[in-house]
């Protein structure tokens, strides 16, 4: 008898950065998560790899000049996507076969 294994897969779509201008800047990427029936997933996202960031304010770099920004599960940005600590989130579904969308605003 073969046994059926749980497996997940996932993609994400690029989120561009655009050049930076005073207001609101509204660009969104989708990851997008796949899992066999049934399986419970989580998806999480750290703070970046810019030394000095944090999952509550994330920072990117140019030479040494750094940018703060983050990420947001809405395009209201009041809700930080993260790893759950502090005040982020982290995004959780169960598997139905097909490919689940998940939207990561900037």
Do not use: W
């Amino acid at each position: 008898m073969r046994k059926n294994h749980a497996t997940c897969s996932a993609t994400a779509t690029t989120l561009a950065f655009s050049a930076y201008t005073p207001g609101a800047i509204a660009n969104n990427s989708t990851i997008s998560v796949k899992c066999t029936k049934s399986t419970p997933y989580t998806i999480s996202l750290n703070k970046g790899t810019t030394t000095g960031g944090t999952v509550g304010q994330r920072l990117m770099a140019f030479g040494a000049n750094t940018r703060q920004y983050n990420l947001y599960t809405t395009a209201a940005t009041n809700v930080i996507f993260g790893d759950g600590s502090g005040a982020s989130v982290t995004e959780s579904g169960t598997g139905a076969g097909v490919a689940t969308a998940n939207t990561v605003t900037y």
